[in-house]
T-cell receptor, first 113, second 114 residues
Framework: AQSVTQPDIHITVSEGASLELRCNYS??????LFWYVQSPGQGLQLLLK??????LVQGIKGFEAEFKRSQSSFNLRKPSVHWSDAAEYFC???????????FGGGTRLMVKP | GAGVSQTPSNKVTEKGKYVELRCDPI?????LYWYRQSLGQGPEFLIY????????DSGLPNDRFFAVRPEGSVSTLKIQRTERGDSAVYLC????????????FGAGTRLSVL
């Protein structure tokens, strides 16, 4: 069965600092990987996705993620964090039919002024 | 265009009551999904519809939970004899048919069972 682990429950960074959120997955085949962001009272918004091809993927709001098969990781990065990035971030993997997402437990990001 | 719409946004009920949660997917999306998000956790898959039929209901926790999508658009998640443990945010998502599915989520219904 597929699974996703986000080792960091909370992360606090200063505004303008760089950010890396960790994600490790377990899946038997080539995974479909996603990062979603959730602000309070709002639904999940897709930041970026990896299906195949280039292992470094660019997303919205200046985020990027790198797929590393050897490490079973799909870490999310941003070079300079803005206060509006404070939210909860979820990594997810899709099953091979692409119709069921398995989410990690989430990482809550707080941004210090 | 309009996104996924879920109503009500909040629902408070008493233990043992029946509740219905509604989801309006993005127009033209043939696939629809329900997830449940408990406090402090990531969403967990409940059920997936392709058109009118439930293609995968392996995530439904027990027979008190049921979902329908009679015309292939709007879906209703139904919970019978609610329990306090059913309290959670219920999220709906929709996507275009295809293997590279991107699921678009609604804001969810927060269900509180007293």
């Amino acid at each position: 069965a597929q699974s996703v682990t986000q080792p960091d429950i909370h992360i606090t960074v200063s505004e303008g600092a760089s950010l890396e959120l960790r994600c490790n997955y377990s899946y038997g085949a080539t995974p479909y990987l996603f990062w979603y962001v959730q602000s309070p009272g709002q639904g999940l918004q897709l930041l970026l996705k990896y299906f195949s091809g280039d292992t470094l993927v660019q997303g919205i709001k200046g985020f990027e993620a790198e797929f590393k098969r050897s490490q079973s990781s799909f870490n999310l990065r941003k070079p300079s964090v803005h206060w509006s990035d404070a939210a909860e971030y979820f990594c997810a993997v899709a099953n091979n039919a692409g119709n069921m997402l398995t989410f990690g437990g989430g990482t809550r990001l707080m941004v210090k002024p | 265009g309009a996104g996924v719409s879920q109503t009500p946004s909040n629902k408070v009920t008493e233990k043992g009551k029946y509740v219905e949660l509604r989801c309006d997917p993005i127009s033209g999306h043939t696939a629809l999904y329900w997830y449940r998000q408990s406090l402090g956790q990531g969403p967990e898959f409940l059920i997936y519809f392709q058109g009118t039929g439930a293609a995968d209901d392996s995530g439904l926790p027990n027979d008190r939970f049921f979902a329908v999508r009679p015309e292939g658009s709007v879906s209703t998640l139904k919970i019978q004899r609610t329990e306090r443990g059913d309290s959670a945010v219920y999220l709906c998502a929709s996507s275009l048919r295809g293997s590279e599915n991107i699921q678009y989520f609604g804001a969810g219904t927060r269900l509180s069972v007293l």
